[in-house]
C-alpha cells in the first residue's frame, strides 16, 4: 500500500512559476519510477514528465525546456518545477508512483493559468 500527498498548486498569469510535490507518505515496497500527469477540463489525463530511480527524465514535448521533475529517493518526494506557464497549462496535476507491482496515484491538485 502506497500513500501520496500532493501540494504546491494554484492560480498563477501566464508566464509565471510554480512548484508541485508529491510526498509518498506511507509505502510497504520500494518505489521505482515517478511521473506526473494532468488533466485539463473537457480533455484526457496526459503525460508530462517522468524520472526514474537513476534520475534518467522524460517529458511531453509540449513541456520540455520549461519543466523540470526531480526526485528525492531518501524522502520518496518528487517535485515539478514549472517555468514559463502558459494557459494550456491549466488542469488538475497528479502525481504517479510505481512499485514492482503496482501503480499508484495522488489524489491532484489544481493548477489555473490565467492569461
Known amino acids: 500500500q502506497v500513500e501520496l500527498v500532493e501540494s504546491g498548486g494554484g492560480l498563477v498569469q501566464a508566464g509565471g512559476s510554480l512548484r508541485l510535490s508529491c510526498a509518498v507518505t506511507?509505502?510497504?515496497?520500494?518505489?521505482?519510477?515517478m511521473a506526473w500527469y494532468r488533466q485539463a477540463p473537457g480533455k484526457q489525463r496526459e503525460f508530462v514528465a517522468g524520472?526514474?530511480?537513476?534520475?534518467?527524465?522524460l517529458y511531453a514535448d509540449s513541456v520540455k525546456g520549461r519543466f523540470t521533475i526531480s526526485r528525492d529517493n531518501a524522502r520518496n518526494t518528487v517535485n515539478l518545477q514549472m517555468n514559463s506557464l502558459k494557459p494550456e497549462d491549466t488542469g488538475v496535476y497528479s502525481c504517479?508512483?510505481?512499485?514492482?507491482?503496482?501503480?499508484?496515484w495522488g489524489r491532484g491538485t489544481q493548477v489555473t493559468v490565467s492569461s
Open positions: 506511507r509505502s510497504d515496497s520500494r518505489i521505482d519510477d
Open positions: 504517479k508512483v510505481q512499485t514492482w507491482s503496482n501503480n499508484y
Open positions: 524520472i526514474n530511480t537513476g534520475g534518467e527524465t
